[in-house]
């Protein structure tokens, strides 16, 4: 099939560079490449692990955090909770 297509600057620079390397023609590179990619995107995606970077909050102000009612409590008249 014959047809047109532009190519971004890069590509087109990274294509070329991949024809020299390889000692073909241009049409085999894109050729090749567009196989390549078609097929890794065609793969169903693989999950991402998700991290988070822990941080030190410091020490907690109430040793004992069971009773949250006794927590408010202390809160309140330490004046903490404000």
Known sequence: MRT??????????????????????????????????????????????FHTQPVDLGSCYFPNLDNVWEVLDEAERSGTGR
Do not use: I, Y
């Not at 890069?10 to 990619?37: H, I, P, W, Y």
């Open 4 to 49: 047109t297509l532009s190519l971004d600057d890069d590509v087109a620079a990274l294509l070329e560079q991949m024809r020299k390397a390889r000692d073909t023609t241009f049409k085999q590179v894109v050729n090749d490449a567009l196989r390549e990619g078609l097929a890794r995107l065609s793969l169903p995606a693989e999950p991402q692990a």
